[in-house]
Every structure is written in C-alpha cells, then in structure tokens.
C-alpha cells in the first residue's frame, strides 16, 4: 500500500514571492506522482506528473515538482507566485496494486497568497 | 469542450432520506469514481467502474451504493444519509485503470444533511 503525507495544511505567502509545497509518499513498489489544483466550489484540476524521465517536471500555470527517489518527496514549487494561484492543492500516488491503478491522495495543503 | 458533468452541484437531504447524485461524462472513458471529501480532508475513494465491473472499496460503507447503466453515466446512491454522510462527492474518469492515467474530476455535489 502506498501513502502520501503533505506536511503544511496551510502556506500563506505575498504575492510575487516564491512557493514550496512539500509532499512525501511511501510505497513499497514504484509510483506515479501527481499533483493537483482545487480551486473553492470546483473539483480537482491536473497540475502536472511524473511517470518516469526527468526528474523536474513542469506543470501549468508556471509551476514545477522534482521527483527524488531517494528523500520519497515530490515537492510543487512556483518562482512567483499570484492572488489567482489561491486554490487548494493535493499530491497524489498511483502505484499498481491487484492489476490497477489506484491513485492515493494527500490531505492537501492550503495556499494563500496575499497582496 | 469534453468533460465531466456533475447534477445538482448543491443537495440537500434529511437525515434517512435516500438521495442519489449523478454524473455524467463526454470523454468516452471507461473507467469512472466515486470520491467523498469532507472539509480539510483528502478525497475518498468509495468505489470505481472499469467498464462495467464494479470495485468497492474496503472500507466503503453498504450505505452507499454506486449504478452505471451506461458509459457515460453513473449514479451515487446513499440509501439512509446521516449527519456523518455530509460532504462533496466527486466524479471523476480516467481511460484506463491498468494503464496509468491522469484523473478528470467533475465539480462536485456539496451533499448536506438536516
């Protein structure tokens, strides 16, 4: 069984300032690594993922993660970030249990921008 | 555009009273959940649809029961909803579950319960 454990439920940050959101998993078998956007009264949003390559993977609206293996981390990061990037966001892991692909979620980390 | 329908996006139900939520979706995938998600808290999964096998979660409790007469459609149904039962349940689909894909999520039915 896999597990992902986002440490920070809340990041308030101001606005044009740099961002990390960390994410952890644990699996015994190799995963897949996602992570996704909520923005208030909507569903779930595809930022990016890692399937294999590249370790930095880059996302849409500016941001970016890098898979290491060896700290078990998916980390979301963005340069700079704006009022609009307000949302809800969650790291997810597929691994392949019984023949499918099951995708676990974290319980989310809440960013806050600020003017 | 393709994508994933959600109906009524606000319901409200009585404590006991059955209420069933619907989904509905224009992607042709064939495989589709069914997540509860209370506040603060990671999404749920309840149960999924790869075609017309039906995958229960373990935990899944018989309270809720899950229909899809077709592929573009699948139902929630609570049976007997209690206080504990509120929460936004979302839909989602994928193309296939033993093929890694990325989720797309509808927007949710915020369920309450009076």
């Known amino acids: 069984a896999q597990s992902v454990t986002q440490l920070d439920s809340q990041v308030p940050v101001f606005e044009e300032a740099p961002v990390e959101l960390r994410c952890n998993y644990s699996s015994s078998v190799s995963v897949y690594l996602f992570w996704y956007v909520q923005y208030p009264n909507q569903g779930l949003q595809l930022l990016l993922k890692y399937l294999s390559g590249s370790t930095l993977v880059k996302g849409i609206n500016g941001f970016e993660a890098e898979f290491n293996k060896s700290q078990t981390s998916f980390h979301l990061r963005k340069p700079s970030v704006h009022i609009s990037d307000t949302a809800e966001y969650f790291c997810a892991v597929s691994a392949l249990s019984g023949g499918s692909y099951i995708p676990t979620f974290g319980r989310g980390t809440s960013l806050i921008v600020h003017p | 555009d393709a994508m994933v329908i959600q109906n009524p996006r606000y319901q409200v139900t009585q404590f006991g009273k059955p209420v069933t939520l619907s989904c509905s979706q224009t992607?042709?995938?064939?495989?589709m959940y069914w997540y509860q998600q209370k506040s603060s808290q990671a999404p749920k999964l309840l149960f999924h649809?790869?075609?017309?096998?039906?995958?229960n979660e373990a935990d899944t409790p018989d309270n809720f029961q899950s229909r899809r007469p077709n592929t573009s459609f699948c139902f929630l149904d609570i049976r007997s909803p209690g206080l504990g039962d509120a929460a936004m349940y979302l839909c989602?689909?994928?193309?296939?579950?033993?093929?890694?894909?990325?989720?797309?999520f509808g927007p949710g039915t915020r369920l309450t319960v009076t």
């Open positions: 989602a689909t994928s193309n296939h579950p033993r093929e890694l894909s990325e989720q797309y």
């Open positions: 992607l042709n995938h064939n495989v």
């Open positions: 649809y790869y075609d017309k096998d039906f995958n």
